[in-house]
């Protein structure tokens, strides 16, 4: 089965300063990963992912992700944030299968303020 | 922008009632997934559909149950309802051939008195 932790529940930053969210994933076998951003009331909409190839990941709004293998670790960056980037972030693992459920950490509440 | 829609968007029920999420999925796709999400936690997975037969449970008693139908909708339906029951319910689809990606809806939130 796999895991997926998300080392901090909040993450207060200031507009305009860069900002990494943490996630670390258990697998015994090869996994797909995610990161959905879910603004408030709303569903899950989807950050970026990693299948397979390069692990420098860039998905929407300028948010990038690394695949590292050997740290089991996919953390999730941005160089400058926005207030409108006040959201909470799941990262998620699937097995590399298109059969494959998502299982989600707890997520991460980004905080911005002016 | 999904494509994937739910209703209701809110419920409130009592204990012990029974409730049914509509969910509407993309064209094409023949994968549907419900997952749970209480307040303040990553959504679980409950069970998935494909061409209209379960292929995959998580960890929720027997009195979760769902159909999916021909023309890319399905229903979650919950029994017998209790308290613990109270959280956001998501929706997502995607396509089982190469379907790497889940589409979610934007969720019904269902509250039990």
């Known amino acids: 089965a796999q895991s997926v932790t998300q080392l901090d529940s909040q993450v207060p930053v200031f507009e305009e300063a860069p900002v990494e969210l943490r996630c670390n994933y258990s697998s015994s076998v090869s996994v797909y990963l995610f990161w959905y951003v879910q603004y408030p009331n709303q569903g899950l909409q989807l950050l970026l992912k990693y299948l397979s190839g390069s692990t420098l990941v860039k998905g929407i709004n300028g948010f990038e992700a690394e695949f590292n293998k050997s740290q089991t670790s996919f953390h999730l960056r941005k160089p400058s944030v926005h207030i409108s980037d006040t959201a909470e972030y799941f990262c998620a693992v699937s097995l590399n299968s298109g059969y494959s459920t998502l299982t989600f950490g707890k997520g991460t509440m980004l905080l911005v303020s002016p | 922008e999904t494509g994937v829609t739910q209703s209701p968007t809110h419920l409130i029920k009592t204990r012990g009632q029974q409730v049914t999420l509509r969910c509407s999925s993309q064209s094409g796709h023949n994968t549907v997934s419900w997952y749970q999400q209480a307040l303040g936690q990553g959504p679980q997975f409950i069970f998935q559909?494909?061409?209209?037969?379960?292929?995959g449970r998580g960890n929720f008693p027997p009195r979760f149950s769902g159909l999916q139908f021909p023309n890319y909708s399905s229903e979650l339906n919950v029994n017998a309802l209790e308290l613990d029951d109270s959280a956001l319910y998501l929706c997502?689809?995607?396509?089982?051939?190469?379907?790497?990606?889940?589409?979610f809806g934007p969720g019904t939130r269902l509250t039990v008195l």
């Open positions: 997502a689809s995607r396509l089982r051939e190469g379907g790497d990606t889940q589409y």
């Open positions: 559909y494909y061409r209209e037969e379960e292929n």
